[in-house]
């Protein structure tokens, strides 16, 4: 079966620091990969989607980026974080084909202080 | 751009009753609608995955119904338990992201 790994569970740094989370998918190939936030009193916003090594999209200008360095690892980063990147992060994958549905990773508290 | 809207944003009710979640959305054209379950500083656990073709899906004491051409779906929850208090999402998938709606807070009491 199908798992997602995400890690670490929580997180404090300081302004400025870099930022670097990592998702892995196991059980399955070629896998659309999704990193999405969470913040306090807002609903779910998609930062970046994969669909293939290399390959990454970004649906919101930020101070973030990700990578897809192998086929079933997604890595969101920052050079230098703002508090306003405060919020929960969540990995998700899906299959290749629209009428897929999405399995979300256990997330990442991630508090800028 | 897709705009979802659940109602009521929050919700409390005693052990037992049966209670339905509403999910509205603006862009007929999906491929796809998922509920998802939340609990205080988790994932998102899939509850139920209706395609644009179909009208509802079942699992165990939930039931999601898809009306696409009015824009929504509802998800039903049956004998409510204290073991189903969580945020309920709902989101709709257009294109490759999924387009959240706030979700609906549910509270069972014993």
């Known amino acids: 079966s199908q798992t997602i790994h995400q890690w670490p569970a929580t997180l404090v740094q300081p302004v400025g620091s870099p930022l670097s989370l990592e998702c892995t998918v196991e059980g399955t190939s070629n896998p659309n990969l999704y990193w999405y936030r969470q913040a306090a009193g807002r609903g779910l916003q998609l930062l970046f989607y994969?669909?293939?090594?290399?390959?990454i999209s970004s649906e919101v200008p930020q101070n973030l980026s990700a990578s897809r360095p192998q086929d079933r690892q997604f890595i969101l980063s920052s050079k230098k974080l703002l508090l306003s990147d405060s919020g929960f992060y969540l990995c998700?994958?899906?299959?290749?084909?629209?009428?897929?549905?999405?399995?979300f990773g256990s997330g990442t508290r991630l508090t800028v202080v | 751009k897709q705009e979802v809207t659940q109602i009521p944003a929050a919700l409390s009710v005693p052990e037992g009753e049966n209670l339905v979640l509403n999910c509205s959305f603006t862009?007929?054209?999906?491929?796809?609608l998922q509920w998802f379950r939340q609990d205080p500083g988790k994932g998102l656990t899939s509850l139920l995955l209706i395609q644009s073709s179909q009208r509802e899906q079942t699992s165990g004491r939930l039931n999601a119904s898809l009306d696409k051409s009015s824009g929504r779906s509802t998800l039903y929850i049956a004998a409510s338990q204290p073991g189903d208090s969580a945020t309920y999402l709902c989101?709709?998938?257009?294109?490759?992201?999924?387009?959240f709606g706030k979700g609906t807070s549910l509270l069972v009491t014993p």
């Open positions: 989101a709709v998938r257009g294109g490759y992201a999924l387009n």
């Open positions: 994969s669909v293939g090594i290399g390959q």
């Open positions: 862009d007929s054209a999906i491929y796809n």
């Open positions: 998700a994958w899906s299959g290749q084909g629209a009428n897929y549905g999405y399995t």
